[in-house]
């Protein structure tokens, strides 16, 4: 959902395969290549566009692989990679190496007039009479017209995807195998809590909570967060991740509860059910002697239901309705989404007010 802070994640594999020297066969050889690009909200899969395909082919002869391509019926009537990756294999013959590429596109923001997308590609090869090599990952690109749509968005990506696909088959060229996991360095994670739903470390903070009630506050607040922090460290966690503490509306809305803070009415001031902001302080010291990392969560799209603002700031909301048609861009930035009131962040006003709420919470900004 977009009341969520965005957050945009890289995720790769290729980190597991080990560095080797570019990759060029001596005799050329096939590689069987399947594309197949998922539809993001409903329709059926569909084949990228040949800047893709032509960016990939050539990547692939500098190896002196030769491509043959294989129809999307063989492997549409799939879901999973492996599956996918299976019936690639299956109607490869006597290629001795096999590419499986699955991409899933899907709109991500506009501003300034331009438009950002996100293309999420899975690349998968192997030798046929070997182990695979998976290199799952993103690519934030930025188009400029609105007929512009997820083929643009893969092609203007094109470069970035055949040079991954470049160092994926290096890798498997090479026979090199995927580091075992055990060889390789326990990662840091981010924790994220929803903080009435944590822990309730001060019951004199809690109002009208109510465990009973699934819809209602439980009491959770930082003190009961500071608390556990050790737990969350021993976990191997490095960062904590709040769920938004900032000024909310508490009152249910339509039988739906508050609980989550992403009904926010003042990100200038903490919601007091969770506790002030000498405690905030604490929690950012307890977290800095562990060397432990704090994200706010700050909602920047819309307000809460019946938020003050909508009163003594009614020209810095959209108020276009809500979303009906959940493919149009335009919409999916503009309108209100489940009636939530949808901020113009196209007004320097707005866009200042925001930016304000940004820093009033940095370390050392608090006023």
């Known amino acids: 959902m977009r009341a969520f802070f965005s957050l945009v994640l890289i995720v790769t594999c290729l980190g597991c395969i080990p560095k080797v020297p570019r990759q060029r066969l001596a005799e050329r050889a096939k590689v069987s290549v399947a594309y197949i690009v998922d539809p993001g909200y409903a329709g059926q899969p569909f084949t990228p566009p040949d800047a893709l395909k032509k960016a990939i082919t050539a990547e692939l002869d500098d190896h002196n692989l030769e491509v043959v391509e294989v129809p999307l019926e ?104 995927p580091v075992p996991k055990a060889a390789a360095a326990r990662p840091s994670g981010i924790y994220f809590v929803m903080v009435d739903r944590f822990a309730n470390g001060d019951r004199s903070n809690d109002g009208a909570a109510s465990v009973e009630d699934p819809q209602g506050f439980h009491g959770g607040d930082l003190k009961g967060l500071i608390e556990h922090l050790d737990w969350i460290q021993s976990l191997g966690f490095d960062t904590v991740w ?114 304000g709420a940004a820093r009033r919470w940095l370390p050392g900004r608090s006023t």
């Open 242 to 355: 709040l769920s938004p503490i900032f000024k909310m509306r508490t009152e249910k809305w339509h039988g739906f509860g508050a609980f989550h803070g992403y009904w926010t009415w003042d990100l200038a001031a903490l919601e007091p059910r969770f506790g002030g902001e000498l405690l905030l302080a604490q929690l950012r010291s307890e977290l800095d002697r562990r060397n432990m990392k704090l994200m706010l969560d700050l909602v920047l799209n819309h307000v809460g239901p019946d938020a003050p603002l909508l009163t003594s700031k009614p020209g810095w909301f959209h108020k276009r309705g809500g979303v009906t048609d959940w493919n149009d861009a335009t919409q999916l930035v503009m309108n209100d989404v489940h009636g939530l009131p949808d901020f113009a962040t196209e007004q320097d006003e707005v866009f200042a007010y925001l930016l």
């Open 74 to 177: 063989a492997i549409s009537a799939q879901r999973l990679t492996d599956s996918r990756f299976d019936a690639l294999k299956k109607v490869s013959g006597e290629a001795p190496f096999v590419l499986l590429v699955e991409q899933r596109v899907h709109f991500f923001s506009q501003l300034d007039g331009r438009y950002r997308w996100e293309v999420a590609t899975t690349l998968t090869a192997a030798r046929a009479d070997g182990a695979r090599a998976s290199d799952p990952f993103e690519i934030p690109v930025i188009l400029l017209f609105d007929h512009e749509k997820e083929r643009e968005a893969i092609a203007a990506a094109a470069s970035d995807i055949s040079n991954r696909v470049g160092v994926l088959m290096d890798g498997v060229m090479a026979g090199a195998s």
